[in-house]
């Protein structure tokens, strides 16, 4: 019999530009709120698990660092790397290691500091996502860029326009605005997404995420400890899906669907026992990973909630907003809400728990009916894929 | 060109931080918007990698002669590209090298306008990936510079090219029709 793992702390810090803070200080944002809002001590976590991408921040040890700082030594610790999907990645090793029993409560944190550097080497060095020999050296590929190659596609397949990509920029920005740790908290309109500059054709700068600074602390615990120390309304994980695809784009069988999104969603809803044909109606409220406009149609379409090729139609006939068919991304998402990396997967189950148990903003709060949820995290352009289920 | 952009702004914070340890004794510059402190790392390093091809080697041989190689594994039969000569399926070393046909059609493209940093001396780029008859893709700059006459579905070539201003042999993809 498998152990329950539950979610008993939760919180991520402002995202946004941070140069108010350095590395150690943005993750005691976010730990500091999840610890005082789990109600555990410092001495009932027995691992600490960091999900940071680096590269572009100074502190190369980053789990030790925090370690250090947050007083959290002697227990062990690692940090995880899945790209953009690194949250995910972090959230499954602590499920894993608590299920199996080795484990009571685990603190799992995500962190990027990407504004140490300067806007060009982070553009070089997330350019480098992929294959660096045979796409970045020769070829100078940016994370745009990859996204673009199935932009371009899916318009080219299913008659999609740019103004039917800027419509998911509305709706993350209209979210994003009523969410006070958003990146960005401006409401953008149609004529602003689609006077903005091209940054890789036929994506421009609003079809696009930003460059974030931001932490995010998840507190995992075995349903023992849930049990043994009174933790009122725990949030479950039901189940976790993971899949990864080829490094080089070239290898892919087609640019209208990330592979390892559909592979991960398969494995989560079957772990899960969930109905594929009723998506819409089990679950409240989900956040995808759009770090581009196009990727949020993708991963509509390819967690299954929407038929493909009808993802960009619904989106434009607001479906994805609160009281429409599901309502996507009601944080902002990575578009408005800001995507710091290593945070971003593990800021995406904070919102679910939050929204799970009404705790968000009243203007973003969903419906919740059936009291479950899921984020779709993406790494790299499916390179890696994480579907994560949680349930009241 | 974007380099000299690029440049300007990383010049302007060195010499910033440069002017305040003069006066303050640290590099130490406000934050343009926010005017919250942060230090200018004295430190900097250059990355170059050194990556091995001596398995590869017939691939760079192929350029020279104006030739695009592929790998195809013996045992099993599948094609690679970009070429390797271990099959992780089969586990086995066994590959003949095979010249691609070049020829096929384009299947997706994008135009870098904002460039990393080490390609920002270069002109505003098209990339394309392109299915070639052999049922393999390759990504490749597209030489074509207007994106209005590029289509997927045309019909493309692959050909080896010097690219500048490096003067390096690698392959780009041209439009047929
Ligand atoms: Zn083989």
Redesign the pocket.
Known sequence: MERKVGIIGVAYSKFGVRNDVNFNELAYESFKEAINSSNIDLKDISFLIVSNVGVWSSEPLPAVSLGEYLGLIGIGTLRVEAACASGSAAIKIAYDMIKSGEHEVIAVIGIEKMNESTTPIVVEMIGRAGNYFWEFENFGLTFPGYYALYATAYMNKYGAKEEDLCEVAIKNHYYGARNPKAHFQKEVTLEECMNSRYVAWPLKLYDCSPISDGSATVILASEDFIRKSGVKEPIWIRSIGASNDTSNLSKRENFLSLKATVEAADKAYKKANIDKDKLTKIFDVIEVHDCFTIAEILACEDLGLFKRGEGYKIIREKQTYIGGMIPVNLSGGLKAKGHPLGATGISMLVELVKQLKYEVEKQRQADIKNGLALAHNVGGTGHYAYVTILSR | MQRIIYDEGIKKLEEFAKENKKILGFPIIPDQKLGTALWVSNREIRIKYIISVEKIKKFFEGLFEGKIYATK?L??N?LYFPPQTE?G??R?ENVEWVELSGEGELITFTKIFVKPYSFSHYEDYIIGIAKLKEGINVTAWIEEKDIQKIKIGSKVRLKVTKRLPEEYLTYVITIIE
């Open positions: 594994c045992s099993c599948e099959c399926k089969c086995m």
